[in-house]
């Protein structure tokens, strides 16, 4: 049987504080057998002297490839055999642990500040002993980018937050104190637990930093419930803007509001499966593009024939228009799951709606709750110049306020009914279009925000677009707020009470309709 016992070489240089070391086969030795805390000790060594043949046998240990015998360690790789003696070389968890940190530690030293990067990502995902303090407080003489330096800081106090030296401890407090990291809490909790911490002047300083850190996380969830408002109330808001024209401009109770944001969203779903089959894939991520437009009009399209099939003989009968457009609701969802199925549909965002920007350690904001924001309050001044800038919003106000008197002077009421409904429920699909994207898409979508689009509507004033977006809005922070005391079924409850006995102080809403009229 052939032998061989392949040397430990590592090719290439690294550059680092200090001299190029060869891993010689004692130290090798040492990394391989003998008691945990002896190897690790070992380990953590060598790592400080950044010997450029360590992380090769690093990962050799951890791959299983290393064997002992008679003294002598073996790298078992490719065609390379070891003597029938020899034996394996066996890592417990403990040791593991180590390994795989020492070989995150070592990327720290790199020129590169991307793998210095994801070698701390890397790093505070292990559990850090003292004993590798060194390697870190080396890196940290080196480090010349601030971001990395003031988190090789953090790691170096959370390691020193253990140490039997009371005036480490104390040391370690300052920097901890100035973090909004929320992993920083768990070792300072750990230090004031009772008789963990006999030191006076360390405890009080811990308690010092676990005040300040709790202080900065409580203002990350803070506006972090004000941004998740935000983005239900701007959900709600596009949802309700259909709604204030179907309902508070033409009076329709159009129950099958909801049904049309599905139509919106299935529509989005057709579109993405067309872009997937048909399109290379490299043009998917702008599928987006072509479904806004796509669910506006099938939606638009559905309204039209709602409309002039069953709407337009029911004006002025808002309980006769009710029981109609459930009905029609029912049909709709029907309809949908034969052709779709009654399970939820996959709906998947484009790759630059992925991922969020990280405003503070525990905020995240998602880019696709930021567009459909974006989105909303597009959608907001898009109706808004149309309903008071053009001449098709001139006749809709015209024919909402005074249909004989508008008919009078030789406007086709009935052409601007279709019309109006038509844009109403256009607009219901785009909001299914964006829930497309935050969402499932099913069947039963439309059940979930309808009543919520009724009382935004009641709530900002029938007919008043910017009654819609205030009450949007602040039934979105609102409810998102009472979530954090009461959970989600009592702050809808709460929600309910509020907006009841809102109405019965104040009938016609935030913003009242003016005019001479007694309803007004």
């Known amino acids: 049987m052939r032998t061989r016992f392949l040397p430990l070489l590592f090719s290439g240089l690294l550059w680092c504080v200090g001299a190029v070391h060869a891993l010689t086969p004692q130290q ?3 990394l391989s057998t003998g008691e945990t805390d002896a190897r690790i000790a070992a380990l953590n060594q060598a790592a400080a002297e950044a010997d450029p ?26 065609d390379a055999t070891a003597p029938d003696t020899a034996e394996d070389v066996i890592n417990n968890n403990r040791m593991r642990g180590a390994l795989e940190a020492a070989l995150g530690a070592l990327k720290l030293v790199s020129p590169d500040v991307q793998v210095r990067t994801e070698a701390l990502d890397e790093l505070r995902k292990q ?38 030296d009371p005036a480490k401890r104390l040391a370690a407090a300052r ?7 929320p992993a920083v809490k768990s070792p300072i909790q750990e230090r004031l637990a009772p008789g963990a911490e006999p030191d006076n002047a360390v405890r009080g300083a811990l308690m010092t930093a676990q005040a300040a850190v709790e202080g900065k996380l409580a203002w990350g969830e803070r506006l972090g419930v004000v941004f998740t408002g935000i983005s239900l109330g701007s ?11 179907t309902y508070g401009l ?27 089959q048909w399109l290379p894939p490299s043009l998917f991520d702008w599928y987006i593009v072509l479904a806004i437009p796509a669910s506006f009009a099938v939606a638009a399209l559905v309204g039209a024939v709602l409309e002039r099939t069953v709407i337009r003989w029911l004006y002025g009968r808002p309980l006769e228009t009710l029981l109609a457009t459930w009905g029609i609701s029912l049909v709709l969802m029907q309809g949908v799951r034969t052709l779709f199925g009654a399970q939820n549909v996959a709906v ?33 001044a898009g109706v808004t110049l149309m309903i008071n800038r053009t001449r098709l919003g001139l006749f809709v106000r015209g024919v909402t306020q005074n249909r004989r008197m508008a008919a009078c002077v030789g406007i086709n009421t009935a052409r601007i009914d279709t019309y109006a409904f038509s844009l109403g429920a256009g607009i219901a699909g785009l909001a299914g279009c964006a829930l497309s994207q935050v969402g499932n898409v099913g069947p039963d979508l439309g059940q979930s925000y309808i009543v919520d689009a009724f009382m935004v509507v009641v709530t900002g004033g029938v007919g008043q677009l910017a009654g819609t977006v205030y009450a949007a809005l602040g ?32 009938p016609q809403g935030l913003f009242a309709m003016k005019g001479r009229s007694a309803e007004a």
């Open 53 to 78: 043949a360590l992380a090769d046998f690093v990962r050799a240990l951890l791959d299983g490839e290393v064997k002992v015998a008679a003294g002598k360690v073996f790298v078992v790789r490719g």
């Open 28 to 30: 090798a030795l040492s």
């Open 127 to 164: 559990s850090l002993e003292e004993a590798q303090l060194p390697l870190i407080e080396k890196a940290y003489a080196a480090e010349t980018d601030a971001t990395l330096k003031a988190r090789l800081e953090l790691m170096r106090a959370t390691i020193l937050i253990t140490s039997a």
């Open 475 to 506: 039934l979105g922070v609102l409810n998102k707020f009472l979530e954090g005391f009461a959970g989600a079924v009592l702050a809808k409850i709460m929600v309910l009470v509020c907006i009841v006995v809102f109405i019965q102080k104040r």
């Open 348 to 380: 998947e965002n484009p790759s630059w709606l992925s991922g969020g920007v990280q405003v503070m350690s525990n905020l995240i904001l998602p880019y696709n709750r930021l567009a459909i924001i974006a989105f909303a309050f597009l959608v907001l």
């Open 235 to 245: 959900i709600l808001l596009l949802v309700a803007l259909g709604l204030a024209i």
């Open 175 to 181: 920097p901890l104190a100035g973090s909004s990291e």
């Open 250 to 276: 033409m009076g329709v109770i159009n129950m099958a509001h909801g049904e049309l944001m599905m139509i919106g969203a299935y529509a989005t779903y057709l579109v993405q499966n067309l872009f997937r």
